[in-house]
Each structure stands twice: as structure tokens, then as C-alpha cells.
């Protein structure tokens, strides 16, 4: 397929093949760089075209193909995103149709929902494991007894920290504004990381 391919014709048959079947058709691997590049000439021609009666019939022409290359892009699309949730859920989707640009966006979508939904089936367990051991946080109550003189650096909390284990072997799930003393070595790696800042030693 070259430029001179691309016309009503051709994209009408194109729209039509993916309408009748639920999987990707197979469409020349330039056709959206060809696409795009008819696009472009026929919008250059009415730029140029003086004649007010061929003004009409090439921006009738402009509009259908925009509208037919977005209509085949959308129906590729929607069969590319549900392929993509098949695969992850441990389907074989048929993807052989998939142009280079198309196989990029599958990709991107493959990683982008195995990413999400191990985050979020994973952070059920956290949140159980959350209950069961409270972080600690560093809070003075006014109804206990003073303890002895801390020497530790206090530090303020400049970003949500996921929850972790301090080299005293304790829980800390700490959050942006938290105010608390903490040993030397936990204080400078939490400022080093740029999620905590010195606020007196």
C-alpha cells in the first residue's frame, strides 16, 4: 500500500472489516503514517484551491477521512485494550494483526495494568498486616511521665513514607507533616532520600 491507496474507498472497507469481526484486522504496517500523510495533502490542496465549488467537495472529502481514520483507530483500539486485560488475566488474545505503533501501545498497556494490579491486590495483605502491627510514631502524651533526655536529631516528614522496618528493628509507617526524633543513622538516610528534613538536634 502507498499514498495513492488511501482514499474513501479503501478506508471504508478498512472500517467496515473491523466492524464485522472482534478481532484486529490485518491493515498495511505504514497505513497510519500513510494516513496521516493523505491527511496532510488534502489539506494543502484546499489551502491552495481557489474555486469555491472544489473548496466544498475537498473539505467534504477532508471530513470523511478524518472521520473514517478516527473510526478505524477507535475500534483498533478498544480490541487492543481488551486483548491486553485478556493477557494479563491469562488469556491468549490473537495479536498477530498489531502494526509497530499498535504493538507499542499493547506493550505499554500490558505493563501498566500487571503494575496496577499487583499494586493493588498486594496492598490488601498490607493493609491486614497494618492492623495487626500499629506503625509506631514518635508523639509525646501529656499524661505521661517525662522520659530521660532524648539526644537523637527531631525531624519533620516532607513526604508519605510506605511503611518499613528501622534499623532499631521497629515499624514505621510515617506521613508527610509527622514531626519525630529518630537515631543518627535513620535521620540522615531519611534526608538523604529527601523525604525528611532536620528541624533541631
Not at 52 to 67: C, M, P, V
Not at 111 to 119: A, D, P, Q, V
Not at 132 to 142: A, F, H, N, V
Request: net charge positive; proline share 3%; hydrophobic share 30%.
Amino acid at each position: 500500500m502507498d499514498i495513492e491507496d488511501i482514499n474513501y474507498r479503501t478506508l471504508r472497507h478498512i472500517q467496515q472489516a473491523e466492524q464485522n469481526t472482534p478481532i484486529l484486522t490485518k491493515i498495511d504496517r505504514e497505513f497510519y503514517h500513510l494516513l496521516t500523510q493523505h491527511i496532510a495533502e488534502l489539506e494543502k490542496r484546499l489551502e491552495r484551491e481557489t474555486d469555491s465549488q472544489k473548496q466544498t467537495l475537498l473539505k467534504d472529502e477532508l471530513h470523511n477521512t478524518k472521520k473514517l481514520g478516527t473510526g478505524i483507530y477507535e475500534q483498533r483500539e478498544k480490541k487492543i485494550v481488551l486483548a491486553a486485560i485478556s493477557k494479563v488475566r491469562g488469556g491468549h488474545p490473537d495479536v498477530t494483526a498489531l502494526v509497530e505503533r499498535e504493538q507499542q501501545l499493547y506493550d505499554a498497556l500490558l505493563s501498566l495494568i500487571s503494575k496496577k494490579r499487583e499494586e493493588l491486590l498486594h496492598s490488601k495483605v498490607t493493609t491486614q498486616k497494618a492492623k495487626q502491627q500499629e506503625p509506631i510514631k514518635s508523639t509525646t502524651s501529656p499524661t505521661m511521665p517525662e522520659q530521660k533526655s532524648n539526644t537523637h536529631p527531631i525531624i519533620q516528614i516532607t513526604k508519605d513514607i510506605p511503611q518499613f522496618v528501622g534499623t532499631d528493628e521497629k515499624h514505621y509507617q510515617l506521613k508527610h507533616s509527622d514531626i519525630l526524633s529518630l537515631s543518627e543513622d535513620m535521620s540522615s538516610t531519611l534526608i538523604e532520600r529527601g523525604v525528611a528534613k532536620k528541624i533541631k538536634k
